[in-house]
């Protein structure tokens, strides 16, 4: 029987076979990882949004309070003085050029912080995001 003589040819595309098997499989395992670690990462970002979002929900609960009570308080001042001004014989006396004043300061105010918190408690975002 007569053997085959051993080329370097058919040794050499083997072992590069092998060595080209071997490299797809280390980068399949690689790309497993990284796709497997983007997850991880993704998973992590969307908790932060997450916490964010009702971090952000607490804060505007605790301040829309606030003004309301802010605006309670600041209406019911302006009230009094009202009052107090109105009752005749009253040791507080104002000019109805200051009466004028105050109510429309008032009103300015309050409808100007209620936008100004407003806006910024609840603002206009992109639908795209």
Excluded: C
């Amino acid at each position: 029987m007569t053997q085959i003589p051993d080329s370097g040819f058919i040794t050499a595309a083997a072992e590069e076979s092998a060595a080209s098997r071997e490299a797809d499989s280390k980068t399949a395992k690689g790309k497993a990882y990284y796709d497997q670690r983007r997850r991880e990462l993704d998973l992590g970002h969307r908790e932060l949004d997450h916490d964010d979002h009702s971090r952000e929900v607490k804060d505007r609960e605790k301040y829309t309070d606030r003004l309301f009570w802010l605006m309670v308080v600041w209406m019911s001042v302006v009230l009094a003085i009202l009052v107090v001004t109105g009752v005749q014989d009253s040791f507080f006396v104002l000019s109805d050029t200051v009466l004028v004043a105050l109510i429309g300061g008032t009103t300015a105010n309050v409808i100007g912080l209620f936008v100004i918190v407003a806006r910024h408690l609840f603002p206009h975002r992109n639908k795209t995001q």
